[in-house]
């Protein structure tokens, strides 16, 4: 077996820089070549032969006021990214993620479209009776950039002298998102920049909280899985907050269901077979009700969480597995 | 100063991120751990869940898990997962029992509880005197909760945000009367008097003055039932002069106050007018921009409502 090598790609402000150094040190693998944004921007970056290639957003992974941008970062992204495939392809190195579908996956409508064409259960669209209860997110991104949920938002309008901006604030904003003209305000704000909607969904509920499941799928096989809250604040969920523990979803489900979302989540990403690590957001009811909700091509956002027994994942983060995986085949 | 409360727990304290410290047992940390640059992170320790473990056992291991010399920040959530509002005796008195473990410490904010694990009106608070006399290298001081204190002492504070439903007249004055000579921020969210709060102009009075904390340079006087007459005593009072932001948000602010306001003192030297949630008309709003060019006057959350309607943004 060979040393791993890898590179990754990121900006020179890029926590995940740090976060996939960490991951290396996890794994027990050599740390990796950082390669700058801006140097594969100016055609200076370089890759080695068989060297894997890890690549981070381009901007955008810290929250700003105000909110919006997604469009214009979307597209500088899409024209980065296919610069960095050749300059990857050219090298004869091995990418962790394949441009296209990775793009496709940052365009909300059309990787709805897409999975919807391949048959995976997706939400509709809102009827106009949803108004008070449809989820609004950004179309162009895959992340959670910001939700609105029903009347559940961080998003507030911040009045300026030069008009209205939307801003999001550091807790939830029930207070001033409550007011359904608001609402309807910010999502007027937001639309030139492209928003998503679906029709809102009754989530499974453990305790105090609505709960959507999200997986870490790696090379196609669930390795990660944990409940996000989405219709409430949590400071930092995976770092000590309230992660629910796998056991209590098995339980709430029971161990057909869950196998059967386990499934799910890995259809959905055998769509995608190029892409190395992907996160899979399921949401579900209490029934026997579940969609796919979103697909994130930089993998799942799981911090602190450690992998399932008897996966390339077990006892180990996310980012850790992917190098596991990589290095097991190197 | 602390971030706005309204009904969640502090996401950021002291410019820090929080770090959500709630769990009993070392496993239950997940991968990831606690972070390494503990320096970084504001610390909320305690229950924050109703079937959770109690804050005792969380803050144990918290001692025994956390480079504690290096934390930084520190906010103190539940001390009983089922009765959120209560046992601020025995959190207090086991963070003083420890307190020589946090020579770091800049911060410290007690009470850091959701609205859904205890409504602000039902947390029964201690007088933090002994709190603040076992840190005394404290900069920045926040409590949640009505509150019933002696006048405080210290040296280096020059942060206190006091956030309530309804803060006792009592210790407005407590507060008017505390030797607090570095003092260059104070919010206080004077509730109303349906939660024991309803604390005056003349309760105010010597913080008014500017005289009682001289290098004094924020002052917020927020989630006020009679925002129009404090605004009123605000537009002719001494402290104004020497304040960089006021701080009138929250409250039942109408155009009578905001009137008054710019009838009053000069206010252009102001970095900083915060007026969110208000009930201001866009005429008021337009004449305070024109009046104040060079000063960044917040707005948000402009509500409709007769003056007999109005309401403030925590009570409960």
Known sequence: MRTLSWAVVAADEDPARDRWGGAAREAGVPEARFVPWRSVLADEAEFGSGEYVVCERLAGWAPVNPVGGQAARSEEFAAARQQLALAVAKAGALPVAAAGPVLLMLDRVERDAYLREKGLPILDGPQPEDRLSRIVRPRYSASDDWIIDGWHSRLFLHRTRGGYQVWQSPAETTTTTTDNRQLGRIVELLEPDGVYAVSGFHRCHLINDFYDIRFGVVDGTVTHAAGVVRERFVAKPWYGGRRRELADFVERFGAERWQRLVELAERTAALFPDIRSLGVDLIVDNGDTEYVFDVDPFGADLPGLVGLPDTVGAGLSVRAAVLRALSSES | MIQDFRRDALATFHGLPV????????????????????????????????????????????????????????????????????????????????????????????GDLPSEMSEVAYIEQEDPGPLLNAFPQLVEFGIRGPLVMQPLAHDRLRELTLQSGGLPPATVRAVAASQLPALTGLDLYLGTERYEGGATVEDLAPILSGAVFPDLRHLGLRNAEDTDNLAAAVAHAPVVAQLESLDLSLGMLGDEGAAALLAGQPLAHLRTLTLRHHFLSDEMISRLWEALPETEVDVDEQYSARPADRYIAVTE
Do not use: C, M
């Not at chain 2, 239950?28 to 992170?41: I, Y």
């Not at chain 2, 969380?58 to 934390?71: A, E, I």
């Open chain 2, 19 to 110: 770090f959500v410290f709630d769990v009993a047992e070392a496993g239950d940390l997940g991968a990831g751990g606690v972070p390494d640059d503990v320096e970084n992170w504001a610390f909320r320790v305690g229950s924050s869940d109703y079937e959770g473990p109690d804050g005792e056992e969380v803050w144990k291991l918290f001692l025994d898990f956390v480079d504690t010399t290096r934390v930084r920040a520190l906010s103190l959530g539940a001390w009983y997962s089922d009765e959120a509002g209560l046992g601020w005796d025995h959190y207090q008195a086991a963070l003083i029992a420890a307190a020589d473990r946090f020579p770091a410490l800049e911060a410290l904010f007690v």
